[in-house]
């Protein structure tokens, strides 16, 4: 971290006049201006994407089928500008990772609306863009990684077993793009190296060469990244991590930097207090600041080593909740009580449903952070429904330490009235009683 702090702080000394062409805060602006995102994106199905895609059609830009999912569902293509660099930039192949196929649906309609303005007629000039949103429909549909073939699409780069996957390969092997932009979600408690830091955003250049041998491509997206990097550190300094960089023969971005098309990886993390329009924004933000450094080759200026010093992804240190001290009560053994800590994760679910939470570990969580931190030293606990372990459900009742309970008796919700109740990750009642702390990025 602290060489990643060094990076950042020499970087952006070094390249302060590099702004002076659309800085991130007036991109953020166009974006809340012209974006047509209006549902939730973990809540967009392929019905939606295509209600998007008709306003986009209706504004001029071409847009046509190019596909068909596994279930016959179309794949559509979007292409906007008339020069000679070109891009492609596909999302959505894990239908369980939506943030980018909003982002796509709002460049496009902002690079539409705003054709007329210099630095946009410029981008129009000197590349073409095709998008693919949605690349998984099916998966989509029932908020699922897979297609409904039951494969991973972004392992099948070689089998190709999968329609989606074919199509895919297609189009590259045709249009033969100089740059691929591969647009995922990852997990929201990923964190930006061993602080307990989510990875919001986070990036790589990927080789796509097993020897590690570079190429022209893979040092320019490098660069890319740099820019990028800085755009979006406007926004979250200290929460942009890098992506784990092993190779992987049967997936598609390592195949696209092996077949021609050198690939960046972006993975939309998460941001505690804030919503999924918040990574749209800042996915937005990154997709035209590459572009305009893409389309005046000022990438060039834009030192590599800032993205090589950002922060690997971690996992395993953080948790949604941690509960901690808490006094667990055992009702079958007559009220004998243990002092450990309990935490509770959410399970990846779209905004318009209330999902569950399971309890993920018990015991004593030093070294491990909670989005949310209650202090339960005041409270004795038991599950609401079965016993507080592993595994089970994230339902819990409390009751202040000094209340005289007799733990034998049967249905104590409703026969000892608990002073407070978790559940479904949020409190049914008694949230005023608790002391908590949460990490919130200062900004």
Same mark, same amino acid.
């Given at each position: 971290?602290?060489?990643?702090?060094?990076?950042?702080?020499?970087?952006?000394?070094?390249?302060?006049?590099?702004?002076?062409?659309?800085?991130?805060?007036?991109?953020?602006?166009?974006?809340?201006?012209?974006?047509?995102? @209006?549902?939730? $994106?973990?809540?967009?199905?392929?019905?939606?994407?295509?209600?998007?895609?008709? *306003?986009?059609?209706?504004?001029?830009? *071409?847009?046509?089928?190019?596909?068909?999912?596994?279930?016959?569902?179309?794949?559509?293509?979007? *292409?906007?500008?008339?020069?000679?660099?070109?891009?492609?930039?596909?999302?959505?192949?894990?239908?369980?990772?939506?943030?980018?196929?909003?982002?796509?649906?709002?460049?496009?309609? %902002?690079?539409?609306?705003?054709?007329?303005?210099?630095?946009?007629?410029?981008?129009?000039?000197?590349?073409?863009?095709? #998008?693919? $949103?949605?690349?998984?429909?099916?998966?989509?549909?029932?908020?699922?990684?897979?297609?409904?073939?039951?494969?991973?699409?972004?392992?099948?780069?070689?089998?190709?077993?999968?329609?989606?996957? @074919?199509?895919?390969?297609?189009?590259?092997?045709?249009?033969?793009?100089?740059?691929?932009?591969?647009?995922?979600?990852?997990?929201?408690?990923?964190?930006?190296?061993?602080?307990?830091?989510?990875?919001?955003?986070?990036?790589?250049?990927?080789?796509?060469?097993?020897?590690? +041998?570079?190429? $022209?491509?893979?040092?320019?997206?490098?660069?890319?990244?740099?820019?990028?990097?800085?755009?979006?550190?406007?926004?979250?300094?200290?929460?942009?991590?890098?992506?784990?960089?092993?190779?992987?023969?049967?997936?598609?971005?390592?195949?696209?930097?092996?077949?021609?098309?050198?690939?960046?990886?972006? *993975?939309?993390?998460?941001?505690?207090?804030?919503?999924?329009?918040?990574?749209?924004?800042?996915?937005?933000?990154?997709?035209?600041?590459?572009?305009? +450094?893409?389309?005046?080759?000022?990438?060039?200026?834009?030192?590599?080593?800032?993205?090589?010093?950002?922060?690997?992804?971690?996992?395993?240190?953080?948790?949604?909740?941690?509960?901690?001290?808490?006094?667990? +009560?055992?009702?079958?053994?007559?009220?004998?009580?243990?002092? +450990?800590?309990?935490?509770?994760?959410?399970?990846?679910?779209?905004?318009?449903?209330?999902?569950?939470?399971?309890? @993920?570990?018990?015991?004593?969580?030093?070294?491990?952070?909670?989005?949310?931190?209650?202090?339960?030293?005041?409270?004795?606990?038991?599950?609401? %429904?079965?016993?507080?372990?592993?595994?089970?459900? #994230?339902?819990?009742?409390?009751?202040?330490?000094?209340?005289?309970?007799?733990?034998?008796?049967?249905?104590?919700?409703?026969?000892?009235?608990?002073?407070?109740?978790?559940?479904?990750?949020?409190?049914?009642?008694?949230?005023?009683?608790?002391?908590?702390?949460?990490?919130?990025?200062?900004?």
């Amino acid at each position: 971290m602290i060489r990643f702090i060094l990076a950042l702080s020499l970087t952006m000394s070094g390249l302060t006049g590099l702004f002076a062409q659309q800085s991130p805060r007036s991109l953020s602006k166009h974006w809340e201006k012209d974006r047509i995102s @209006r549902i939730s $994106p973990s809540n967009v199905r392929h019905r939606d994407l295509k209600a998007y895609l008709e *306003e986009l059609k209706a504004m001029g830009l *071409e847009i046509k089928e190019v596909g068909r999912s596994y279930a016959d569902r179309e794949i559509y293509q979007i *292409e906007w500008g008339t020069g000679p660099k070109r891009i492609f930039m596909w999302s959505q192949m894990h239908g369980d990772e939506p943030t980018a196929t909003s982002a796509l649906v709002d460049m496009f309609a %902002f690079l539409q609306k705003n054709r007329n303005l210099a630095w946009v007629k410029k981008l129009s000039a000197s590349m073409t863009i095709r #998008g693919l $949103p949605m690349l998984n429909p099916d998966g989509t549909e029932f908020f699922q990684r897979r297609n409904l073939q039951g494969i991973d699409i972004n392992r099948d780069a070689v089998g190709l077993k999968t329609p989606e996957g @074919r199509l895919l390969k297609k189009l590259r092997d045709e249009w033969k793009p100089e740059i691929g932009f591969n647009l995922h979600n990852q997990g929201q408690l990923t964190t930006a190296g061993d602080a307990p830091r989510q990875a919001a955003i986070s990036l790589l250049a990927v080789l796509g060469d097993p020897k590690g +041998v570079s190429t $022209p491509g893979f040092e320019r997206n490098k660069r890319l990244i740099s820019a990028m990097t800085l755009a979006v550190n406007e926004f979250i300094p200290g929460y942009v991590g890098r992506y784990d960089d092993t190779y992987n023969d049967l997936a598609f971005g390592d195949k696209f930097s092996a077949w021609g098309t050198p690939v960046i990886l972006i *993975e939309a993390g998460g941001l505690h207090g804030q919503d999924e329009f918040y990574l749209v924004m800042l996915n937005f933000v990154m997709y035209l600041t590459a572009l305009e +450094v893409i389309a005046d080759d000022s990438h060039t200026k834009y030192d590599p080593e800032l993205y090589l010093s950002l922060p690997l992804n971690e996992s395993g240190r953080l948790m949604h909740f941690i509960f901690r001290n808490a006094n667990i +009560v055992s009702p079958e053994s007559g009220g004998g009580t243990k002092v +450990v800590d309990i935490g509770i994760n959410f399970e990846r679910r779209r905004a318009e449903l209330t999902g569950p939470t399971i309890i @993920r570990d018990v015991g004593p969580l030093t070294g491990r952070d909670g989005l949310v931190e209650y202090d339960m030293s005041d409270f004795n606990v038991i599950h609401r %429904f079965g016993r507080v372990r592993t595994g089970d459900s #994230g339902e819990l009742l409390f009751f202040r330490k000094d209340r005289n309970i007799d733990w034998t008796q049967p249905n104590l919700e409703y026969t000892a009235a608990p002073d407070a109740v978790f559940s479904l990750g949020a409190w049914f009642i008694g949230e005023n009683l608790m002391k908590s702390k949460d990490i919130t990025p200062k900004r």
